[in-house]
């Protein structure tokens, strides 16, 4: 257990619905990033938080995704009118910039199949 | 935009034998970690390599940083079971090494046969 929870861990919806998806990262880890994998493949990357700040976005988020870190602890990713394409798993990471370069930790993810 | 390869895709192995995945990127790199993620689990971190021509070993697992710091790999000897799983590279490319956002290659897959 790394620390980072994610939550839920399954999500199971119909095409055109929303889904909120949560990340608590480590404690006193400020960093936090937003992965996402598809079958046979790596993650790529989406979006990253320093604090409450979102610093940078992948084109890869299109206008249908938000992510929020609100206080600068845990953290939403919401996807609006899902479509059968977004159906991957969505992973969390939190690091914290004590060090230069700084280690990733990985959640367990959230599976997210859209019917 | 930067893109990291990475081969093979898969590797079936006899217990006892030897692997090594390799990884390339388009661009110069800040520092390259290896992640392992066993089937239906998510990335672990293995080891973080930031110097050029680096080496570092783990038990039965040594990992190169090219002296370029475009390529990488990850060698293990005498494969056991417990190896079984997915290994990815991702590299941290120049210039984003501020926000740490990694750009991972598509994983080689390790089978070991007992």
């Known amino acids: 257990d790394t620390g980072v929870s994610q939550d839920p861990r399954h999500k199971i919806t119909k095409r055109g619905q929303n889904v909120t998806f949560r990340c608590d990262p480590i404690?006193?880890?400020?960093?936090l990033y937003w992965y996402r994998q598809t079958l046979g493949q790596g993650p790529e990357f989406l979006t990253y938080f320093q604090n409450e700040a979102q610093l940078e976005k992948s084109r890869l988020l299109s206008d249908r995704f938000s992510a929020e870190r609100p206080k600068g602890s845990f953290s939403t990713l919401e996807i609006q009118r899902t479509e059968q394409g977004d159906s991957a798993m969505y992973l969390c990471?939190?690091?914290?910039?004590?060090?230069?370069?700084?280690?990733?930790?990985f959640g367990a993810g959230t599976r997210l199949s859209v019917l | 935009g930067q893109q990291v390869m990475q081969i093979p895709q898969y590797q079936h192995v006899q217990e006892g034998e030897d692997f090594t995945t390799y990884c390339n990127s388009s661009t110069t790199l800040s520092n390259i970690q290896w992640y392992k993620q066993r089937p239906g689990g998510h990335p672990v971190f293995l080891i973080q390599l930031v110097k050029s021509g680096e080496v570092k070993k783990q038990k039965r697992l040594t990992f190169q940083f090219g002296e370029a710091k475009k390529n990488s790999s990850l060698h293990i000897t005498a494969t056991q079971t417990t190896d079984v799983g997915t290994y990815f590279c991702a590299g941290v490319q120049l210039g984003s090494s501020n926000t740490g956002k990694l750009i991972f290659g598509q994983g080689t897959t390790l089978q070991v046969k007992p």
């Open positions: 990471a939190s690091s914290s910039p004590a060090g230069t370069p700084t280690i990733q930790y």
């Open positions: 404690s006193e880890h400020n960093r």
